[in-house]
């Protein structure tokens, strides 16, 4: 039997990774699994097939390395986007994460900084401290929004060569207005990172940051078909910039890092958009539910354009985490104080989180 004989700490660790922990939500197979802001609904029948027709096909060349430029895939995302985008303002790679690790492999590194308004996503600073960059934290104001006057005041104080905007923000649910982009660009000596994982749940008539890209080459608008497009599990991000942005991420990626498959499952996918889509609608009148509910039973839910609700009023939040897990229902303590993280599911999901945290009483119970 081969025996584990040291310890993390024993190996030749780079310094900077020391005492880090890794991301680490919980996945536990309970019935109900609102906990990582997951499309719970599954990808639809005919979808799937035209998907896998995709994929069966590309298996038969895949003993060739794939397109590296990946240009089906970035056309593919150019049309979905919109606003006079073409194949050379996208970029892709295995979901945003490694989108955003690209981006701080070419603008961050050592020596360098990155800046987020905290609470804001926590793959933020892991991400950021893995190129051996440093991470800076700003605040926030009155439930969690930014104005662009203390926003573009805390960047220039902070002289970051990278700020991430997360709109709308995880875990909090809270709009970003385009003025914020703005003066948050002007005030930045580098790129400026507009993370819109949650884009497709925001009022149909709010305005994307990708309206400001002509004529802002530091700034950079990434999405990922994990959320709204119910393919967290293909591992597909992407972003629009640029020609030049995509020209410094050549340099850092693998050769050949989308597979072939990947390439064909979501070139598929998005061929099928409205359809992958036609849950959001479904998913925000849940999400509008599950905040009305839970504000009936007294607690404070905060306003969110996103998937998920962040609410407040919950008197033990590690207690109150458990005693729903004990009643199969998976949601998220997302740090925050007498506050947790659900997603919204579907409808009979979303009714078993609500009726189990009636069940618990007041407050969540006192554990
Ligand atoms: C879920 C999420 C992502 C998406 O991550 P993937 O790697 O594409 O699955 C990115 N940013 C935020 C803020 C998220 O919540």
Redesign the pocket.
Known sequence: MFKVSVRLDDLPLRNDLRGLTPYGAPQAPLPVALN??ENTHPVPEEVADDILDSIARALREVNRYPDREFTSLREGFADYLGHGLAADHIWAAN??????QHLLQAFGGPGRTAFGFAPT?S?YPLLTRATGAAYVNGTRGVDYALTPEDAAAQVDRAQPDIVFL?APN?PTGTPLGLDVIEAVYDAAPGMVIV?E??QEFAPRDSRSALALLPDRPRLVV?R????AFAF?GA???YLAADPAVIDALRLVRLPYHLSALTQAAATAALRHAPAMLAMVDDIVAQRDRISATLDALGYQPFESWTNFVLFSGVEDPASTWQALYDRGVLIRDVGIAHSLRVTAGTAEESTAFLDALAALGPGGGRG
């Open positions: 990582v802001n979901g945003s994460n490694e989108v955003l996503y793959m997360c995880n993370d994982a949650y990434s990922t078909m994990s959320k967290a591992r597909v991000g």
